[in-house]
């Protein structure tokens, strides 16, 4: 099995599809000669030329054009420097690559893939900081993935290329240096992954939390607490069958994630679980969402740095919440 | 830029346009007509007085090419080939529209026809077309996608991104702007800095032009330059068409911003008479022959829009518009 980081993984991802596919390319700011402003795509424009494509500064009209490219049947791979840019880009992917498929009953499809570097701990600030999935997540048409290892990176990528639809794949920053093997695995879009089966509590997380997820569960395990342990890997769509059988083999359910509560993902999961009669009923507890912090990302180092979930603030607050502890 | 003279006098071709441009007008009178007696409901946003604009350019496209008309798309979608038929189909929501009744008078997709549909969002769909242009030249694809906007699009940062980087890439994109001198209720020249839209162009390291948007032969004459150019590969054009809507904005719009005489100015342009004047002068058609094709015209029109109306009591169940919402 090959050990690769999460950034080497998207890299092989982008590499392996555009191998494949000629009509697969890779399309964003500095993303040539420089490698992305995150190094992903480094050397790719030497094996793929005509592949790798350096734009201005201009989000709206690169992704608009990709947009147009994918309805005549490219399949481009936009790279967003950073997430935050994301307000750039709304129109072309909320107005135009979501809504492709519908507004022309079938005739024209949008295949397109936007990546979208996310998440804090990196001091760059309020506007290089967001994770702003939770922005689209109510919009119809759209995919959305966020993979927490290299593995489901390299899988989910390969996956979200050859979609048919608009796929929004988002890479938290802080996950782009961790390792882990590569498995060559048929991991759908809209699945989530159960990845322990403990029986007292299961959490549910994604992408960088997930590291937070599976370090609370080491400490509650300290604790004689046994966890289930999901990850969400796609958040639309939500794979809601998943989420009720793992959630009723425990009856207690905790969402962990990095971004604020009100309208997202983890309000999102906690909804679906209460309001399924047979989930609800089996609930020992009233389902806990633990989420990052209700204001724009800090600059200040201790400041941001708690603007996240921990684990040891994680495992409190399940403790008390679940076992009177 | 000074055009040649290519003015194109043959019988079938001229009687050609001009069945265009009835179309394009009947289309519109029967839409306002069936709004009036309530059988349409939504909003729709008719181009009465621009007839020759989409005709000339229509006329000058090859079935290779693309266009992605604007929220005002009737003219341009009638004159690329789509039936009256799917067209008043979408409006009144059934199953037999271009977009199965999902879309409305502002989508009108119609692959067949290369026409890939409006933005409703102004000046939205312009990089759209400018992706379809980079498809073509990344795949050697023959054809020329054309962006089409109007001057209030000009100031969406979606135009000057989108003729950036079609300059930079030469893409084979043709920026056609019907200026119709507002925006809504915004007259163009408060709202845009320089005299011609096409002035743009020299910012972007591009050609352009401003033509009588009004007079058919100088429209399709024009076209038929920008595309020479674009299919030559010499990058992108800017043509700017100088028009008039007769009618408001969209359904609800008072005119309240210009007055009576600017109107009865431009009734006096109306595209459909100077060409139909200009084909009876010149002898191409007489008088009988032009009254036989605008009958057949209006008939045709009558014939689809019922038609339409009949069948339009086929919809689209609720599950089959879910399953449109992603492809398979």
């Known amino acids: 099995m090959t050990q690769m980081t999460y950034r080497q993984a998207i890299r092989q991802a982008l590499a392996d599809s555009m191998e494949e596919d000629k009509n697969v390319i890779l399309i964003g700011e500095d993303v040539g000669v420089y490698g992305g402003c995150f190094k992903v795509s480094e050397g790719l424009i030497k094996q793929f030329p005509d592949q790798v494509i350096d734009t201005p500064v201009s989000e709206e009209g690169f992704t608009g054009m990709a947009i147009g490219a994918a309805m005549m049947g490219m399949r481009p791979v936009i790279e967003i420097m950073y997430a935050d840019f994301f307000t750039l880009i709304f129109d072309p992917i909320v107005n135009h690559a979501a809504k492709t498929h519908f507004l022309s009953a079938g005739q024209f499809s949008c295949p397109i893939v936007i990546r979208l570097p996310e998440g804090s701990g990196t001091g760059h600030g309020a506007q290089h900081t967001q994770s702003?999935?939770?922005?689209?997540?109510?919009?119809?048409?759209?995919?959305?993935?966020?993979?927490?290892?290299?593995?489901?990176?390299?899988?989910?990528l390969r996956k979200a290329v050859k979609d048919n639809n608009p796929v929004l794949f988002f890479e938290h920053k802080l996950l782009y240096d961790t390792t882990g093997p590569i498995t060559p695995e048929n991991i759908e879009i809209g699945r989530a992954k159960v990845l322990s089966h403990g029986e007292d509590l299961t959490i549910i997380s994604y992408s960088h939390a997930m590291l937070t997820a599976l370090e609370t569960a080491d400490l509650l395990s300290k604790r004689g607490i046994e966890s289930t342990i999901v990850d969400l890997c796609s958040l639309k769509p939500l794979d809601s069958r998943t989420l009720f059988e793992q959630v009723r083999r425990t009856g207690r359910a905790v969402m962990i994630q990095d971004t604020a509560a009100t309208g997202s993902v983890g309000s999102e999961v906690l909804a679906l679980i209460a309001s399924d009669k047979k989930t609800f009923d089996i609930l020992k507890d009233p389902p806990l969402l633990i989420c990052g912090k209700n204001s724009p990302t800090p600059f200040s180092k201790d400041l941001e740095k708690n603007s996240v979930p921990n684990a040891a603030e994680s495992a409190e607050k399940i403790l008390t919440h679940f076992f009177n502890n | 830029m000074f055009l040649e003279s290519n003015v194109n006098k043959d019988k079938s071709f001229c009687t050609g346009a001009l069945t265009l441009m009835y179309n394009s007008r009947f289309f519109e009178e029967k839409t306002e007509e069936l709004f009036k007696q309530g059988l349409i409901h939504g909003t729709t946003h008719l181009a009465n007085g621009q007839e020759a604009s989409q005709a000339g350019l229509c006329m000058a496209l090859t079935d290779k090419d693309w266009i992605v008309p604007t929220h005002r798309c009737h003219g341009f979608t009638i004159c690329r080939g789509?039936?009256?038929?799917?067209?008043?189909?979408?409006?009144?929501?059934?199953?037999?529209?271009?977009?199965?009744?999902?879309?409305?008078?502002m989508h009108m997709p119609d692959r067949e026809h290369g026409n890939l549909g409006s933005s409703?969002?102004?000046?939205?769909?312009?990089?759209?077309?400018?992706?379809?242009?980079?498809?073509?030249?990344?795949n050697g694809k023959e054809g020329v996608s054309v962006a089409i906007f109007g001057d209030g699009a000009s100031g969406r940062g979606s135009l000057h991104e989108s003729m950036?980087?079609?300059?930079?890439?030469?893409?084979?994109?043709?920026?056609?702007c019907e200026n119709n001198l507002y925006g809504m209720s915004a007259p163009s020249s408060a709202m845009i800095s320089v005299p011609h839209v096409a002035d743009r162009a020299a910012a972007y390291n591009m050609s352009g032009l401003t033509v009588d948007g009004n007079d058919?032969?100088?429209v399709y004459e024009a076209c038929l330059k920008a595309l020479s150019h674009i299919r030559e590969g010499k990058g992108p054009f800017l043509l700017?068409?100088?028009?008039?809507?007769?009618?408001?904005?969209?359904?609800?719009?008072?005119?309240?911003?210009?007055?009576a005489e600017e109107e009865a100015y431009w009734a006096s342009r109306d595209p459909?008479?100077?060409?139909?004047?200009?084909?009876?002068?010149?002898?191409?058609?007489?008088?009988?022959?032009?009254?036989?094709?605008?009958?057949?015209?209006l008939e045709n029109i009558e014939k689809q829009a019922s038609?339409?109306?009949?069948?339009?009591?086929?919809?689209?169940?609720?599950?089959?518009?879910?399953?449109?919402?992603?492809?398979?």
């Open chain 2, 216 to 218: 058919f032969d100088t």
């Open chain 1, 132 to 156: 702003p999935e939770a922005l689209f997540l109510n919009e119809s048409g759209l995919k959305m993935v966020a993979p927490s290892n290299p593995s489901d990176a390299y899988n989910l």
């Open chain 2, 307 to 328: 038609r339409a109306l009949e069948d339009s009591i086929d919809r689209l169940t609720e599950q089959e518009a879910l399953d449109l919402v992603y492809a398979p």
């Open chain 2, 240 to 259: 700017e068409v100088m028009t008039y809507r007769t009618k408001g904005h969209s359904k609800s719009d008072r005119r309240l911003y210009r007055t």
């Open chain 2, 120 to 138: 409703a969002v102004v000046g939205s769909g312009i990089p759209l077309a400018t992706g379809i242009a980079f498809d073509m030249k990344y």
């Open chain 2, 164 to 176: 950036n980087l079609a300059s930079i890439w030469k893409l084979p994109v043709l920026f056609y």
């Open chain 2, 82 to 105: 789509s039936s009256a038929y799917s067209m008043f189909s979408e409006m009144f929501g059934s199953s037999h529209g271009l977009a199965k009744g999902l879309g409305g008078s």
């Open chain 2, 272 to 297: 459909i008479m100077l060409y139909e004047n200009k084909l009876a002068n010149e002898g191409i058609l007489t008088r009988d022959e032009i009254s036989e094709i605008r009958e057949s015209c």
